[in-house]
């Protein structure tokens, strides 16, 4: 059974527009999520994190939402760019686990 | 932040031998992690490593079929034992580092024929 997923294996955006890629968890023990960018042949990358004590969290172009009583957090990227063009992957921890639990991963493309 | 060396990128490998992976960090970290995505898949945890006491895996996995060795705090090796066309994946070495996240290594694209 899958604790992390992300519904939409792809999104296509146009340059300059938001993108919006979206996560659902069903563990309410996680505590910690975080967003990671994927490019081909390269590891995962560190894009943005929220902890849950808060509802949102900004850097820059990103910001991550989380709606506790959904179980629900969104990555919105504004003005996307095609740069952003990339696999995202959320991913959540809890506990003292120290692990992460990830979801399948949502490939957006940003046409210019 | 710290940065992950791993290797080899890739590697096609006969069935039922042996393969290592290795990991450097150019700094001292506590824990490391070992992941696996196979195609159309998520990352799935396979076992965390600490320095100085054994792997603690993840269900589904066992320390026959990837043996993890963390000898330092600096380097932590994963073996894909006897394989098999179904470990065809990529493998990724991680650690925690503050509030940056998990640091990834870039991964190794592990392909059994």
């Known amino acids: 059974d899958q604790q992390v997923k992300q519904n939409s294996p792809s999104l296509s955006v146009q340059e300059g527009r938001i993108s919006i890629l979206n996560c659902d968890y069903t563990?309410?023990?996680?505590?910690?999520f975080l967003w990671y960018k994927k490019y081909p042949a390269e590891g995962p990358t560190f894009l943005i994190s929220?902890?849950?004590?808060?509802d949102k969290n900004e850097d820059g172009r990103f910001t991550v939402f989380l709606n506790k009583s959904a179980k629900h957090l969104s990555l919105h990227i504004v003005p996307s760019q095609p740069g952003d063009s990339a696999v995202y992957f959320c991913?959540?921890?809890?506990?003292?686990?120290?692990?992460?639990?990830f979801g399948k991963g949502t490939k957006l493309s940003v046409k210019p | 932040s710290a940065v992950i060396s791993q290797k080899p990128s890739r590697d096609i490998c006969q069935r039922g031998t042996s393969l290592t992976i290795q990991c450097q960090v150019d700094?001292?970290?506590?824990?490391m992690f070992w992941y696996r995505q196979q195609p159309g898949q998520s990352l799935t945890l396979i076992a965390t490593?600490?320095?100085?006491?054994?792997?603690?895996?993840e269900s589904g996995f066992v320390i026959d079929k990837f043996p993890i060795s963390r000898p330092n705090l600096t380097f932590s090796t994963l073996t894909v034992s006897n394989m098999s066309p179904e470990d065809s994946s990529i493998y990724l070495c991680?650690?925690?580092?503050?509030?940056?996240?998990?640091?990834f290594g870039s991964g190794t694209r592990l392909t059994v024929v």
């Open positions: 929220i902890s849950s004590i808060k």
């Open positions: 490593a600490n320095q100085g006491s054994e792997a603690t895996y």
């Open positions: 991680s650690f925690q580092e503050g509030s940056y996240g998990y640091t």
């Open positions: 991913a959540a921890s809890g506990g003292s686990q120290g692990n992460l639990i």
């Open positions: 700094s001292q970290v506590t824990m």
């Open positions: 563990n309410s023990m996680f505590d910690y």
